[in-house]
């Protein structure tokens, strides 16, 4: 991967002129990658997507829809491999590369299945008929697709799956989007973006992609348009609090910050297989994408009796991780995103040493040779004896390859430890104990988008704490961002208006044929 990578923005269902800007730098060995292109301009595109994609995405039904996203995940999945050269680059692994490729891919497949369910229609029902009056007149909701554009802003950790988990319920919706992803690693979003264009699975006009900034794209926007947004919390606060997004409530739905937690069973002891797969778990999601995922355990948390066996359990386990150039299939695990990534990871693992004290890691690595130019991050437990009285541990997010070991006393403390997070993505929970299980969902459900119950004998097919399912919401409360995406339907709803009809039952049965 020699010849440096001219990118371009997508616009009005042209490519826009190419390169000359900001240069992209390989994670893994600091060499440049691609230059970003001048900066695009947004009134085209928004325009573009309202007068052309909006129409021509709404002319299909559903199931017309459904086919395109299957056509969509075949193209990539023809071209997977391009893909993954250009991820090893963004530091990612081949097992990372299963999880934001074939993962994104397969999100698209899972979506067009569902599409199959879906009527074929252009207004989908729902729930039942309301009877609302003794005579000849009811009640019925519908679903249509909103007349306005999608506006999706990706985070650097997953370039390809965060592209798709947003494009395929919004396509299926019936709406067309502008997508403008992290400039870290922007590269490998737009590689796969031109699959899709070459594919020829989408209409005109039904997507677009915006790299570099976002420029006054956020002040054009109006009520038939939304938002999806996944990156900080700083970040997400200052576009919700947008003048013009507030005026006009445009739609606007927040992946943030998520300070997950997983907790091993009081009534688990170091013989329980759970023990085992407990600390496995942590482990791997210490180190998969070098801990940079949005629903990663940032927070481990154990009886007190068990402190210090999971900790040895965990730390003999990272000190096998082998840590190094990506496309080794040696390697477990890979870069971070970049070294400004890396910087703000080791200033977060600062922070977190004012209440915790390093167990393994906590420092970059230098690998030596070209990847001593590379973001390498040793796989870091930190523990804290004291997480009651302690703040930073539950509000810090290292977004890397670190997470906290910390004791509960008993079981009401491990659901008060569990909600400090204020709202987080996922939880798990593995306890071969169902009165444990019992209590610690229904203390902690209202505060965790995803819970996770894993024992010795769901294990083998349990999918994993940090896989975001397509099948099921992502999304959490309060610090997390409070948005839903994905889950079926439910990741369809931001991109569809809810309407109550009232009027006689065959009237509501013509218009369920729309
Ligand atoms: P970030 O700075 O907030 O960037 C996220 C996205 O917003 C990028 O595409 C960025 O573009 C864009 N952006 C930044 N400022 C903007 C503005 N003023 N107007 C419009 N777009 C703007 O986040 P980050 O630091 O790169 O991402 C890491 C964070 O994301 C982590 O802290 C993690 O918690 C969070 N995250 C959450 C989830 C989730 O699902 N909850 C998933 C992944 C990551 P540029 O790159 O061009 O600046």
Redesign the pocket.
């Known amino acids: 991967m020699s010849d440096v990578i001219a990118l371009a923005s997508y616009a009005a269902d042209v490519w826009l002129p190419a390169g000359g800007g900001t240069e992209l730098v390989s994670a893994i060995d600091g060499s440049i990658v691609a230059t970003m292109p001048a900066e695009a301009e947004p009134t085209v595109m928004l325009d573009y997507a309202r007068r052309v994609g909006g129409p021509a995405l709404r002319a299909m039904t559903f199931q017309q829809r459904g086919k395109m996203l299957r056509a969509l995940a075949d193209a990539l999945s023809a071209r997977k491999d391009e893909l993954y050269q250009l991820s090893f680059l963004t530091g990612a692994t081949r097992g990372d590369n299963a999880f934001d490729i074939d993962g994104g891919i397969g999100t698209l497949f899972v979506y067009a299945s569902k599409a199959k369910a879906l009527p074929d229609t252009h207004v989908m029902l729902d729930g039942g008929r309301e009877a609302i009056s003794k005579g000849n007149f009811a009640g019925q909701h519908i679903l249509a697709p909103l007349s306005g554009v999608a506006v999706h802003?990706?985070?650097?950790?997953?370039p390809v799956w965060?592209m798709l988990e947003k494009l395929a319920p919004t396509l299926l919706a019936g709406v067309p989007a502008i997508v403008?992803?992290?400039?870290?690693g922007a590269y490998l979003t737009a590689a796969a973006f031109r699959i899709m264009i070459d594919s020829g699975a989408l209409p005109p006009g039904a997507v677009q992609l915006l790299l570099?900034?976002?420029g006054d794209l956020?002040n054009q926007l109006g009520g038939q348009d939304s938002v999806a947004?996944?990156?900080?919390?700083?970040?997400?606060a200052?576009?919700k609090a947008n003048p013009n997004v507030i005026a006009n409530t445009v739609r606007f739905t927040a992946?943030?910050?998520?300070l997950n937690a997983s907790v091993l069973g009081p009534e688990v002891s170091i013989e329980s297989p759970e023990f085992d797969l407990f600390v496995k778990e942590a482990v791997r999601e210490i180190t998969q994408k070098a801990g940079q995922k949005?629903?990663a355990i940032r927070r481990i948390m154990v009886s007190q009796a068990l402190l210090e066996p999971v900790q040895q359990a965990i730390v003999a386990r990272l000190s096998k991780t082998a840590v190094g150039d990506p496309r080794e299939e040696t390697t477990r695990m890979g870069a971070l995103a970049g070294l400004p990534q890396r910087d703000?990871v080791a200033d977060n693992v600062a922070r977190l040493r004012g209440e915790a004290e390093v167990v393994t890691g906590g420092e970059a690595l230098d690998l030596g040779g070209s990847l001593g130019q590379g973001a390498f991050f040793a796989p870091t437990l930190l523990r804290c004896d004291n997480p009651a009285t302690a703040e930073m541990v539950h509000a810090v997010?290292a977004?890397g390859p670190v997470s906290t070991l910390m004791p509960y006393g008993d079981l009401d403390d491990a659901v008060a430890l569990a909600n400090r997070g204020l709202g987080s993505?996922a939880m798990s929970i593995f306890s071969h104990d169902p009165v444990a299980v019992a209590a610690l969902v229904s203390g902690t459900s209202v505060f965790h988008g995803r819970i996770m119950v894993v024992d010795r004998d769901s294990a083998a097919d349990a999918t994993g704490h940090g896989a975001a399912l397509p099948h099921l919401q992502?999304g959490g409360p309060g610090r997390?961002?409070g948005g839903a995406e994905l889950g079926g339907v439910i990741g369809m709803m931001p991109y569809l208006q809810r309407t109550a009809l009232q009027a006689a039952p065959a009237t509501l049965d013509l218009l369920a044929g729309l």
Do not use: R, V
């Not at 947004?229 to 997400?236: C, L």
């Not at 992946?255 to 998520?258: N, T």
């Open positions: 802003i990706n985070a650097y950790n997953f965060g403008k992803p992290a400039t870290t570099g900034s976002t956020i947004f996944t990156g900080s919390a700083a970040t997400a200052k576009l992946e943030q910050d998520s949005c629903t703000d997010e977004f993505l992502h997390a961002g």
